[in-house]
C-alpha cells in the first residue's frame, strides 16, 4: 500500500513537472521520498531524486541540483542500475559544467558515457559524448572537441540517426570557423618564443659552454614554466605551458644519468620512466583519453607505410652522425633487448609526448601551421647536443614529416615505430655493418 502511494505521488510529480508547475511536482516527489524512505525500493528512490534534481537545475539552483544527483546515483549504485548511474553521473557533470568547472565535468560525462556504453545504449553514449565537446569548446581546446564530436557523429551515423548526426557535423563545421578566428595575443607569442629561445641556449650552454650553467637555466626555465602556467593566462596556454614543463626535467634527469656508471642503452628507459608518469599526469589534469594522444590505430596500411620509414631516416641519420653501437655483441636476443628499449623509451615516449601532448596543446594555441613549426622546433632543440647542424636540420624535417602524419591520421602508432626502428637502426644495426660498407666503397 505504502509503495502503490508512493508510485501515485511519484506520477503526479511526472505530470507537474511536464506542465512546468515545478514547484508543485517538487511537493509530489518530496511525499514519494516520506514514503519511500521507510521502504527498501531504492529504484524509485533514486528515480526521484533525480527528477528532483533535474528540477533544481532547471531553476539554476545547481548546488541544490548536485547534491540530489549525487543521491540518486547512490541508490542507483545500490540496485545495480547503470543506466540510471549514467543519468545520475550526466546530471553532476551539467552542474559542474555550468559553473565552470570543465574538468571535473568531463571526468562525469567520460563515466557516465562508460555506463551507457556498457547498457549498450549506443545514442545516449553518443549525446554524452557530445556533452565532452562542449566541454572542450568552451575552453578553447579545438582538437579535443573535434574528437568527442567526431565520435559523437559516427555513433549517430551507426544507428541512423541522420538528424542528430548532422547536427553535430554542423557543429565540427562551426569550430573551424572559430578556431580561424583565434589569435593569441602578442605577449603570449613573445614569451612562446622566450621560452623556446631559453630552452635552446641552455641546449648550446650543456653542449658547448658549461654543463653547470646549463643545468641552471633548465632549472630556471622550469619553475618560469610552472609559475607562468598557474597565472591569468587562457585555459590552452595555460596547459601548453604545463606540458612544456617535461622538457626542462628531461635534461635535467639526463644530465645525472652519466653519473651513475650506466650503460648508455639503459639511459633511455630511466628517462622514459618519468617522462611516462608526466605525460599520465597531464593527461589525467586536462582530462585526455587515448583517443585524444593519438592511441588509436587509424588506418593500419598507412601507419605501417610510415613506419617503414625508419628504416630509410635511421640509415640516413647514421650518415651524419657515425654513432657507436649501443650493444657489445650483435646476436638475436641483445638485437631484440636492445630494439624493445628504443621503440618504448624513444619511439613511444617521445612521440607521445611532442605529437600526442605537444602539438596537439600548440595546434589548440597557435592553430595548425604554427603548432606544428613550434612543436618541431622544441624537438629538435633538444638534439642540439648531438654537435651537428646537419643532423638538426635532419631532426626538424623529421619532426615536421611526423607532426604532418600526427595531423592527418591523429596517430602516434605510425610514428612511434618509425621513430623507434629508426634509432634501432642508428644506435644497434647499421654501426656493426656501416664500416665494412664503407671501407668496400
Known amino acids: ?130 556533452l565532452i565537446a562542449e566541454t572542450y569548446e568552451s575552453q578553447g581546446a579545438w582538437e579535443d572537441a573535434i574528437i568527442e564530436y567526431k565520435r559523437s557523429s559516427s555513433i549517430f551515423k551507426k544507428i541512423k540517426n541522420h538528424e542528430k548526426k548532422e547536427h553535430i557535423d554542423n557543429l565540427i563545421d562551426e569550430i573551424h570557423d572559430k578556431r580561424s578566428k583565434t589569435k593569441t595575443t602578442r605577449n603570449e607569442q613573445i614569451l612562446a618564443v622566450v621560452y623556446l629561445i631559453g630552452l635552446i641556449i641552455a641546449e648550446v650552454s650543456v653542449t658547448y659552454i658549461n654543463k653547470e650553467a646549463g643545468l641552471v637555466i633548465e632549472i630556471v626555465i622550469l619553475f618560469s614554466l ?72 587509424g588506418n593500419k596500411k598507412i601507419q605501417f607505410l610510415v613506419a617503414l620509414t625508419g628504416i630509410l631516416l635511421g640509415t ?12 657489445a655483441v650483435f646476436d638475436p636476443l641483445t638485437l631484440i633487448t636492445g630494439s624493445i628499449i628504443l621503440i618504448i623509451s624513444t619511439g613511444f615516449a617521445e612521440e607521445l609526448l611532442f605529437r600526442g601532448i605537444l602539438q596537439k596543446n600548440a595546434e589548440n594555441v597557435f592553430g595548425m601551421a604554427i603548432g606544428l613549426l613550434y ?43 618509425s621513430h623507434g626502428i629508426s634509432n634501432t637502426f642508428l644506435f644497434l644495426i647499421i654501426p656493426f655493418y656501416a664500416p665494412v660498407i664503407f671501407h668496400l666503397i
Do not use: C
Request: no cysteine.
Open 1 to 130: 500500500m505504502v509503495q502503490d502511494d508512493a508510485q501515485e505521488f511519484l506520477e503526479m510529480g511526472s505530470k507537474f513537472q511536464e506542465l512546468g508547475s515545478l514547484d508543485e511536482a517538487l511537493t509530489y516527489y518530496q511525499k514519494a521520498l516520506d514514503y519511500l524512505k521507510n521502504t527498501d525500493d531504492k529504484k524509485n528512490e533514486a528515480d526521484a531524486f533525480l527528477e528532483i534534481g533535474n528540477i533544481y537545475v532547471e531553476r539554476k539552483e545547481y548546488g541544490k541540483g548536485q547534491e540530489y544527483y549525487e543521491k540518486s546515483l547512490e541508490s542507483y549504485k545500490y540496485v545495480n542500475d547503470e543506466t540510471g548511474e549514467g543519468y545520475a553521473l550526466t546530471g553532476i557533470g551539467w552542474v559542474l559544467e555550468q559553473l565552470g568547472k570543465y574538468m571535473d565535468a568531463r571526468g562525469y560525462y567520460l563515466e557516465a558515457a562508460n555506463k551507457f556504453e556498457n547498457k549498450n545504449d549506443m545514442e545516449r553514449m553518443a549525446t554524452v559524448l557530445s
Open 226 to 297: 610552472l609559475l607562468h602556467s598557474s597565472m591569468d593566462v587562457t585555459y590552452n596556454y595555460s596547459v601548453m605551458l604545463r606540458s612544456m614543463m617535461i622538457l626542462p626535467m628531461i635534461r635535467i634527469l639526463g644530465l645525472t644519468i652519466p653519473l651513475m656508471q650506466i650503460p648508455t642503452l639503459y639511459w633511455f628507459p630511466i628517462i622514459a620512466v618519468p617522462l611516462f608518469a608526466a605525460v599520465y599526469t597531464i593527461m589525467k589534469s586536462q582530462g585526455l583519453t587515448r583517443k585524444h594522444v593519438g592511441l588509436i590505430w
Open 316 to 327: 640516413i641519420e647514421y650518415t651524419i652522425l657515425q654513432p657507436k653501437p649501443l650493444i
Open 375 to 417: 612543436t618541431a622546433l622544441l624537438f629538435t632543440a633538444l638534439h642540439i647536443g648531438w654537435n651537428s647542424f646537419q643532423d638538426l636540420i635532419f631532426v626538424f624535417s623529421v619532426a615536421i614529416f611526423y607532426g604532418i602524419v600526427f595531423q592527418k591520421t591523429r596517430s602516434i602508432v605510425g610514428v612511434t615505430l
